[in-house]
């Protein structure tokens, strides 16, 4: 279809305003998290992070529930699991490897 001469393009914003919890972005961190893992199934249970390592080091990483849940050595994904639980439970949650 050709543009009549004279079209203007026009672009258009609109200001939302809404509320949202602490609880609602950490589990929104989460689905990104699960998302990035291929929907894998935690089991309720918590998530962990094991930082005071070396990467190299194979205790290095995020795990589910404890030290022997070993998940990935993705440190965005760590990063964003400390967001939740930051958010969540007002720290983040150790591996205690």
């Known amino acids: 279809m050709k543009k009549a001469q ?4 026009v672009t258009v914003t609109k200001t939302i ?4 919890t602490p609880d609602q972005i950490a589990a929104s961190l989460m ?3 699960v998302d990035a893992l291929h929907g894998i199934d ?3 249970c918590d998530w962990l992070t094991q930082w005071e390592t070396e990467v190299t080091d ?3 990483g995020l795990y589910i529930d404890n030290s022997d849940w070993f998940v990935s050595d993705d440190s965005d994904l760590m990063t964003l699991v400390d967001a ?3 958010l ?4 983040p949650l150790t591996a205690g490897c």
């Open 6 to 9: 004279g079209d203007i393009k």
């Open 17 to 20: 305003h809404a509320t949202t």
């Open 31 to 33: 689905a990104i998290v």
């Open 42 to 44: 935690d089991a309720g």
């Open 58 to 60: 194979p205790r290095f």
């Open 84 to 86: 939740a639980n930051l």
């Open 88 to 91: 969540k439970y007002g720290n």
